[in-house]
């Protein structure tokens, strides 16, 4: 593995290292056996990724001793990511006897993520879990933090569990086969992450937007290691989400909305970026933060080709925001940017929300 970074992670719950690397995919054998131990393993993927990924991750599972059971895959998709994948994926499990011991890797981007993290934690009461993102938005997020869920009806990640892996492994070369639209819509939550914690990385991502096509293997493994290193430090100071990791949602309360209103066929990332690029507006019209720092957000979201705004009707945003996850009796908690670097987490209300969304536009 070669230009590769370890960040340590160290959750209340359990520590463990994120391996970042041009060809790391190669080591998930050795990562696992060192620190999710087992005999048997099963590797949890999706339709688009495993006919890439599996047979390779799978030869480096058996290369460290793992019996391979027989992997499952569900249909990709966002839309897929609800209770009935969960229950086949746990009838799959039991099916190919794992026990308590044995490992799950979950292969994929950050939808394959959250429903095997989600299976590992919930079967037999909760097994290992390797994560391993192929996506640039599974490697810089979902991945890293124990955060698993599926969706309901009512919203997004409405049901989940927090079960932090016993490692990471991403492997910047898989983002090779990563369409250029989906790798564009990933950088919603690389530039979230400089506005929450690096000023420079911003400057840097502005005036040189990071795209797949462009981006040498070193710069991939330097900005993937440097946002997990972000969320790493949150998620180390606030594992559940009580106080300062609410941060990480910068840009959510709107975004979220926005995915839900196309019905998730808006990326992740895109509606992300949408939603912080609201706020960020909505914050300096309410004196929240200066115009010089929402416009410096805006010029990095549009340097990526990334939407910066969102023409849903307020009636629709505030009826999928106000049955968001993060919803606290009549109001909700929002992240806003008090500068680039810092941000503040205000509770609002519904009234208040509705404001914020049309001044955001």
Known sequence: ????????????????????????????GSVARETAGGARCC???ETNVAPLYADAAEASLAAAGYDVAERLVFAAGERHKNLGTLGGLLEGLADRELTRSDVVVALGGGVTGDVAGLAAALYLRGCPVVQVPTSLLAMVDSSVGGKTAVDLAAGKNLAGAFWQ????????????????GLFRDSCGEVVKHAVLADPAMLDELTGRPLTRSQADEGRLVDVVARNVAIKRDVVDADERESGVRQTLNLGHTIGHAIEAASDFSLGHGSCVAAGLCMMARASARRGWCSAETAERIVACVAAHGLPTGSDVATDELMRYATHDKKRR??????VVPAEVGRCEVRRVSFDELRELIELGR
């Open 43 to 45: 590797v949890i993927s």
């Open 1 to 28: 593995m070669s230009e590769d970074r370890i960040v340590h992670v160290s959750a209340a719950s359990a520590s463990y290292d994120v391996h970042v690397g041009a060809g790391a995919l190669g080591e998930l």
């Open 329 to 334: 009796g009549d109001g909700v908690n929002v």
């Open 165 to 180: 892996p016993a490692a990471v492994v991403a492997d910047v070369r898989c983002l090779s086969t990563v369409d250029e």
